[in-house]
């Protein structure tokens, strides 16, 4: 017998993929999923700017809602509707006509060098973080949107839509942000989930006018709209299909997905990026917090993600793409069990130093690092793979505590989810790093967050946050980590800390 069937289209900074989330197991149900579609992600250098090849991913997208059709017809499923989620920050910009006027520009890409600074000089950071309550990230779009102020490209858009939202209008034809996401842009007003109308209005004087490029604003769990009856005929979906709104920012969709049993929980959705912190009722919006470089991102049903971007596995994804290219042994696994033979903490980097930010010679930049500080720089493949991963472990265990401090919250748990599920010595030297146990899963936490959304929105799941956490841990596979088993104990993490300060 069929079962409904949800496609969760998921765009990683590595990897996008689709992937069909089935509800089974009536009264206790629980989702089982199901990857349809997997295709490369990454930086397009084109005369020294970095795009994103967006027209690419669209295909990806295509082709993934094409095998999801067909595989829901082998098996009798009812497809039921399709979500969207992608990294943050990055848009495209229509023009009057609704075209897109040229590539995404990627996030990593230096035209934001210096632009924060520049910002801030004419609205000064305070008043910013009061407002939209947003870590400093040269890539926030609205320091993108300043980069390009003078642009003619800028000059000729009507609007500008996130990556999720532009895929999705070429789904539907509707043009709408979503509000997780939306709450990267800076453009946001975090406590009343709008666009922050009096932030707008100075940056309009003082550094450009980005208004009328904003579109009406959606929150998770809103069904969109049918996917347009030309498409859905074409890719043999299901006439009125609709696209469900979710948390459309990629994190936010991960931390639906984290299995928590209580509020007592931080996590670490743990992919290209690590980010690392806690769910909220209410932002944090204090010089301290601020200080602290916190975010206040928006989450599903009205929640807050508190937590910090920690550089995460793209450290270790520009070593092997460096070692590849040199043609050094570049096999994950491999290296992963050479680096648990490493000695733990010889040398540790700061994992949150933008200088890693950019692409480029990562084993080189992680030796001068280190020399920098003072210490002896890696001297093989394994002891930088071991110093990331315990620098790593070094910044979630601060950003954990930190946002604990700044939040008045304590944790009894750490989740993992995403990629970095599958790096076990990783979950291993977090659980002894922030002393305390780690519960791993799922992998495809943003799949899994944007399926639940999408069920619940159309019916098909019902309840609360809590109650969509407990139907996808029940298909999880989680796996928990204590802390104190790797020999590294808390007064050795405590003099790494010690050394990067
Ligand atoms: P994103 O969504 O940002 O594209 P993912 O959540 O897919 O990222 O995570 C990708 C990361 O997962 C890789 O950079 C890699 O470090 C890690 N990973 C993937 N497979 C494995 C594996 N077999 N062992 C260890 N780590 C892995
Ligand atoms: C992770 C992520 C993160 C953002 C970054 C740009 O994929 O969405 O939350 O800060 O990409």
Do not use: K
Request: hydrophobic share 45%; charged share 20%.
């Amino acid at each position: 017998q069929g079962a409904d069937a949800f496609v969760a289209v998921d765009l990683g900074a590595s990897s996008g993929r689709v992937i069909v989330g089935r509800v089974l197991g009536g009264a206790e149900p629980r989702v089982e999923l199901h990857e349809v579609n997997r295709f490369p992600n990454g930086p397009v250098d084109v005369r020294g700017t970095l795009h994103w090849d967006v027209l690419r991913l669209h295909q990806g997208v295509l082709d993934g809602l094409r095998a999801a059709g067909r595989e829901a017809h082998t098996r009798g499923d009812r497809l039921a509707g399709v979500g969207i989620d992608s990294w943050a920050v990055d848009h495209g910009l229509l023009d009057a006509d609704g075209v897109l006027l040229g590539n995404p520009v990627h996030y990593r890409d230096t035209r934001t060098d210096g632009v924060p600074e520049r910002v801030y000089e004419r609205v000064p950071a305070r008043d910013h973080y009061a407002v939209n309550g947003l870590q400093t990230q040269p890539f926030n779009t609205e320091f993108q949107l300043a980069a390009a102020a003078r642009t003619a490209q800028l000059a000729a858009a009507r609007d500008m839509l996130l990556v999720p939202d532009l895929l999705g209008y070429w789904l539907t034809g509707r043009r709408v942000a979503e509000v997780t996401n939306a709450s990267t842009t800076g453009l946001l007003d975090v406590r009343r989930r709008e666009w922050a109308t009096g932030l707008l209005a100075r940056l309009a004087v003082h550094v450009g006018d980005f208004a009328h490029l904003l579109p009406p604003l959606v929150e998770p769990g809103q069904v969109l709209g049918p996917v347009l009856d030309d498409v859905a005929h074409g890719l043999g979906l299901p006439a009125g299909i609709p696209l469900v709104a979710v948390g459309s920012h990629d994190t936010a969709s991960a931390v639906v997905a984290v299995p928590a049993q209580t509020e007592r929980f931080a996590y670490v959705s743990c992919g290209t990026w690590s980010l690392v912190g806690l769910e909220l009722d209410a932002p944090v919006l204090t010089p301290e917090s601020q200080d602290a470089n916190f975010t206040n991102e928006l989450g599903v049903d009205g929640t807050v993600r508190y937590l910090r971007n920690v550089m995460g596995l793209w450290l270790l994804q520009e070593c092997l793409r460096t070692w590849a290219a040199a043609g050094l042994p570049a096999d994950l696994p491999d290296l992963l069990a050479a680096a648990a033979q490493v000695p733990p903490l010889t040398v540790v980097i700061d994992a949150d130093s933008p200088e890693f930010l950019a692409p480029g010679d990562m084993p080189d930049r992680i030796a001068a690092a280190a020399t920098r500080t003072g210490q002896t720089p890696p001297q093989s493949q394994a002891e930088t793979v071991r110093c990331i991963l315990d620098s790593l472990a070094l910044a979630y265990r601060r950003a954990v505590s930190e946002a604990c401090a700044l939040a008045g919250r304590e944790v009894d748990v750490v989740h993992v989810v995403g990629g970095g599920v599958r790096n076990t010595l990783l979950c291993r030297l977090t659980a002894d790093a922030t002393g305390l146990p780690v519960v791993a899963g799922p992998v495809e936490g943003a799949a899994l967050g944007n399926v639940l959304v999408q069920a619940r929105a159309v019916g098909v799941l019902h309840g609360s946050l809590a109650d969509l956490r407990a139907v996808g841990a029940r298909g999880a596979g989680l796996v928990r980590y204590e802390p104190g088993q790797s020999g590294v104990d808390e007064h050795h993490w405590a003099a790494a800390e010690a050394r990067l300060r």
